[in-house]
């Protein structure tokens, strides 16, 4: 029996999240929350379905992508993939490459309809990267990447 995973695109201020369906096999993206309320949020999103694991966005390893600032952020999403490990222990918490997905998550909210207004919201499209991010880790597992 499959089980749903979730997806984060982790920030300092808000974060996106996303969950797959019931099967794990499609991401859809939930909402984008204030940082300080995620872990609230995520218990629920834990306890409400069968729950397989966390796919967590960070920035390419090498830093080459200089809008994020990435060696500041990977630290704060390494100490966030800590405290699920600690929270969630016997669950596996995968960190996906997340490059890019915030440009696609424009080229998708614009390509589904999204009014520009929408998009210019602060974290209106964080959901939408944070599903990107949990496609992609999908799109892995299911190739035949382990890790």
């Known amino acids: 029996r ?13 974060t996106g999240i996303a969950h797959t369906d019931a099967q794990g096999l499609m991401a859809f993206p939930f909402k984008t929350v204030p940082t300080p309320e995620l872990i609230n949020v995520l218990e629920r999103l834990v306890e409400e379905a069968d729950f397989a694991g966390f796919a967590l966005g960070l920035p390419n390893a090498w830093g080459l992508n200089l809008q994020t600032g990435a060696t500041h952020s990977t630290t704060l999403i390494l100490d966030f993939q800590k405290q699920l490990k600690k929270k969630w ?27 520009k207004k929408k998009r210019r919201e602060k974290g209106s499209l964080d959901a939408v990267a944070a599903a990107l991010i949990l496609q992609r880790f999908l799109e892995q597992k299911s190739s035949g990447f382990k890790k």
Not at 2 to 14: E, L, Q
Not at 96 to 111: C, F, G, K, P, R
Request: aromatic letters at 8%; zero cysteines.
């Open 2 to 14: 499959m089980s749903r995973w979730i997806g984060i695109d982790f920030g300092a201020a808000r």
């Open 89 to 115: 222990p016997n669950y596996p918490v995968h960190l996906v490459d997340e490059t890019n997905t915030s440009a696609e998550a424009v080229q998708a909210s614009i390509s589904g309809g999204m009014k």
